[in-house]
C-alpha cells in the first residue's frame, strides 16, 4: 500500500509520539508469533496461551486499569491500538480482550474493598477476569429476559440458570454474571430493574454448581453453555446495588464496542495489505491481477470503508476517554468496522482466488475470525435498532 494511502485519512488524527511507540512495540510482539503459530492453533481449537502470556508479562492486557491497582492507566484510545495491532498482524485477540474490559464493571461500580482485593492481582494477570455470562439460551439478544437467578439467602445468594456462549470460562478465575434477583416487571420502563451483577469466584464454586460444556465453533473461539446450579455466591460478590446490574454492564459495553471495531479495523487492514500485495504479484492473462478493475475495486472500496470506520472509532474512544456520552459512536462504530471487515474479508478472499481457500494463505481462517463481530457481542440489527430509536428517535421495535 502506498504511503498516501496509508496516511491520507490521519490529517488531525495523526498518532501521539507515546501511542505509536505502543503499536511499534505490539507490533515486534507479534512478530514473535508468526502465521504458523495461529494456523496450527487454529487447526486444533487451542487456546494461544504463549502468546496470552506474552501480552500479560507486557502489561498490554492491563491498559485500562489504573497505576493505582498496578496497571498501564492508559485510555480506550491505546487499548484499541494494542488490539487493533493483534489482528492486523494476523493474530485474533478475541483469545484475550476481554480482560482488558469486563473489569470495567469493577473499577466504575465495585466497592473499594472489592477493587483493592481484586484489580491488583487482574492487571498483574495472576487473577483472570475474561468470563461475561450474560447470554441464555432462551433470552438471546433480549437480555431483559434473562432466567438465571440469584436468590438471597442469609450471608448469600444461591445462582440457578443456564448461560450460553460463555466465552473463555476455561481460562479466567473470575466471571462476571448478570442474574435476576427480582422478578420480571410487567412495566416496559421497569424492564431493566431486578437484573444484579456479580464477580464470581470460579475456584469457590463447590464441585457439581458449574458444569461447562464447550461449544466447537467455525473458528478457534473458547466458548461454552453453562449449567448452574445451586451455586453459592457471598453477598460481597454483588456489584454495586442489586436489581442495577444492567445498567452496570450497558455502561461497559461502550468500551466492548470501541474494542471490537478497533479489533475489526486490524482485520480489515490484515485483509487488505494481504489483497494488495497478492494482487500485484498473481499474473494471469500476461498481467497482475491487480490491473483489473474488478480485481482492484473491491480492495479499494473495502479501504474506503475502513477508514470512514476507523474515524467513527477514534471519535467514540475520544468521548470515551474524555469521560462523555458515546453510545451512539461506540455503536456506530463497532456497526461500521464490522461490516468493513467483512467487506475487506470478501475483497480479499476474491483477490486470492482459489488459494483464499488454502489454509497456508491465511485469508479462510481470517475470514472465518472477522464474521464474528456482525453478530456478536451484539448483532448488528440491534445496533441499527439502536441508532433508529436513541439517535433518530424512531418507534420501538420491541
Ligand atoms: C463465538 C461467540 C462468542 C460469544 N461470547 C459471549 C460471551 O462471552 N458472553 C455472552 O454473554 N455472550 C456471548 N456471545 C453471545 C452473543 O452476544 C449473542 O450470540 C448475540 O448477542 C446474538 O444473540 P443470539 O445468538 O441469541 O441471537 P438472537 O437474539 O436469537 O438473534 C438471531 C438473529 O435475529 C436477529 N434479531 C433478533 N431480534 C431482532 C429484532 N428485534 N430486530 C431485528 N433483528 C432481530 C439478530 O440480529 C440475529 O441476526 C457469543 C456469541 C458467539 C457466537
Given at each position: 500500500?502506498?504511503?498516501?494511502?496509508?496516511?491520507?485519512?490521519?490529517?488531525?488524527?495523526?498518532?501521539?509520539?507515546?501511542?505509536?511507540?505502543?503499536?511499534?512495540?505490539?507490533?515486534?510482539?507479534?512478530?514473535?508469533?508468526?502465521?504458523?503459530?495461529?494456523?496450527?492453533?487454529?487447526?486444533?481449537?487451542?487456546?494461544?496461551?504463549?502468546?496470552?502470556?506474552?501480552?500479560?508479562?507486557?502489561?498490554?492486557?492491563?491498559?485500562?486499569?489504573?497505576?493505582?491497582?498496578?496497571?498501564?492507566?492508559?485510555?480506550?484510545?491505546?487499548?484499541?491500538?494494542?488490539?487493533?495491532?493483534?489482528?492486523?498482524?494476523?493474530?485474533?485477540?478475541?483469545?484475550?480482550?476481554?480482560?482488558?474490559?469486563?473489569?470495567?464493571?469493577?473499577?466504575?461500580?465495585?466497592?473499594?474493598?472489592?477493587?483493592?482485593?481484586?484489580?491488583?492481582?487482574?492487571?498483574?494477570?495472576?487473577?483472570?477476569?475474561?468470563?461475561?455470562?450474560?447470554?441464555?439460551?432462551?433470552?438471546?439478544?433480549?437480555?431483559?429476559?434473562?432466567?438465571?437467578?440469584?436468590?438471597?439467602?442469609?450471608?448469600?445468594?444461591?445462582?440457578?440458570?443456564?448461560?450460553?456462549?460463555?466465552?473463555?470460562?476455561?481460562?479466567?478465575?473470575?466471571?462476571?454474571?448478570?442474574?435476576?434477583?427480582?422478578?420480571?416487571?410487567?412495566?416496559?420502563?421497569?424492564?431493566?430493574?431486578?437484573?444484579?451483577?456479580?464477580?464470581?469466584?470460579?475456584?469457590?464454586?463447590?464441585?457439581?454448581?458449574?458444569?461447562?460444556?464447550?461449544?466447537?465453533?467455525?473458528?478457534?473461539?473458547?466458548?461454552?453453555?453453562?449449567?448452574?446450579?445451586?451455586?453459592?455466591?457471598?453477598?460481597?460478590?454483588?456489584?454495586?446495588?442489586?436489581?442495577?446490574?444492567?445498567?452496570?454492564?450497558?455502561?461497559?459495553?461502550?468500551?466492548?464496542?470501541?474494542?471490537?471495531?478497533?479489533?475489526?479495523?486490524?482485520?480489515?487492514?490484515?485483509?487488505?495489505?494481504?489483497?494488495?500485495?497478492?494482487?500485484?504479484?498473481?499474473?494471469?492473462?500476461?498481467?497482475?491481477?491487480?490491473?483489473?478493475?474488478?480485481?482492484?475495486?473491491?480492495?479499494?472500496?473495502?479501504?474506503?470503508?475502513?477508514?470512514?470506520?476507523?474515524?467513527?472509532?477514534?471519535?467514540?474512544?475520544?468521548?470515551?476517554?474524555?469521560?462523555?456520552?458515546?453510545?451512539?459512536?461506540?455503536n456506530?462504530?463497532?456497526?461500521?468496522?464490522?461490516?468493513?471487515?467483512?467487506?475487506?474479508?470478501?475483497?480479499?478472499?476474491?483477490?486470492?482466488?482459489?488459494?483464499?481457500?488454502?489454509?497456508?494463505?491465511?485469508?479462510?481462517?481470517?475470514?472465518?475470525?472477522?464474521?464474528?463481530?456482525?453478530?456478536?457481542?451484539?448483532?448488528?440489527n440491534l445496533v441499527l435498532s439502536y441508532v433508529g430509536e436513541h439517535i433518530l428517535g424512531m418507534p420501538r421495535s420491541f
Amino acid at each position: 500500500m502506498s504511503a498516501a494511502a496509508a496516511g491520507a485519512a490521519r490529517v488531525g488524527l495523526e498518532l501521539t509520539g507515546d501511542q505509536k511507540a505502543l503499536r511499534a512495540a505490539v507490533r515486534r510482539l507479534c512478530e514473535s508469533f508468526d502465521q504458523e503459530y495461529w494456523r496450527q492453533l487454529d487447526a486444533g481449537r487451542e487456546y494461544p496461551q504463549a502468546f496470552v502470556n506474552a501480552l500479560t508479562e507486557g502489561g498490554y492486557l492491563a491498559a485500562l486499569i489504573p497505576a493505582a491497582y498496578g496497571g498501564a492507566g492508559l485510555g480506550l484510545a491505546e487499548a484499541s491500538l494494542i488490539l487493533e495491532e493483534i489482528n492486523r498482524s494476523g493474530g485474533n485477540a478475541a483469545a484475550c480482550h476481554a480482560q482488558m474490559y469486563i473489569m470495567g464493571t469493577l473499577l466504575r461500580h465495585g466497592n473499594d474493598a472489592q477493587k483493592q482485593r481484586y484489580l491488583p492481582g487482574i492487571a498483574s494477570g495472576r487473577l483472570r477476569l475474561q468470563a461475561f455470562g450474560v447470554t441464555e439460551p432462551s433470552a438471546g439478544s433480549d437480555t431483559t429476559s434473562i432466567t438465571t437467578t440469584a436468590v438471597r439467602d442469609g450471608s448469600r445468594y444461591i445462582v440457578n440458570g443456564q448461560k450460553c456462549w460463555t466465552s473463555r470460562m476455561q481460562h479466567s478465575d473470575l466471571m462476571l454474571l448478570l442474574a435476576r434477583t427480582s422478578p420480571l416487571s410487567d412495566d416496559p420502563k421497569q424492564k431493566t430493574f431486578g437484573l444484579s451483577a456479580f464477580l464470581v469466584d470460579l475456584h469457590q464454586a463447590r464441585p457439581g454448581t458449574i458444569d461447562v460444556r464447550p461449544i466447537r465453533t467455525m473458528m478457534n473461539h473458547e466458548t461454552n453453555e453453562v449449567f448452574i446450579h445451586d451455586l453459592d455466591v457471598p453477598l460481597d460478590s454483588l456489584i454495586g446495588e442489586e436489581g442495577l446490574g444492567f445498567r452496570y454492564i450497558l455502561d461497559g459495553m461502550n468500551a466492548e464496542r470501541i474494542l471490537i471495531a478497533a479489533e475489526c479495523i486490524g482485520d480489515g487492514r490484515f485483509f487488505t495489505e494481504r489483497a494488495v500485495a497478492y494482487s500485484r504479484e498473481r499474473v494471469v492473462f500476461g498481467r497482475p491481477i491487480g490491473q483489473n478493475q474488478g480485481v482492484q475495486f473491491p480492495i479499494a472500496h473495502a479501504h474506503a470503508a475502513l477508514e470512514a470506520a476507523d474515524l467513527v472509532r477514534r471519535q467514540a474512544a475520544e468521548l470515551f476517554d474524555a469521560g462523555k456520552a458515546c453510545g451512539a459512536e461506540a455503536n456506530m462504530a463497532k456497526l461500521l468496522a464490522s461490516e468493513a471487515s467483512w467487506q475487506a474479508a470478501n475483497a480479499a478472499m476474491d483477490a486470492h482466488g482459489g488459494y483464499g481457500f488454502a489454509e497456508e494463505y491465511d485469508i479462510e481462517r481470517k475470514f472465518r475470525e472477522t464474521r464474528l463481530y456482525i453478530t456478536a457481542p451484539v448483532a448488528n440489527n440491534l445496533v441499527l435498532s439502536y441508532v433508529g430509536e436513541h439517535i433518530l428517535g424512531m418507534p420501538r421495535s420491541f
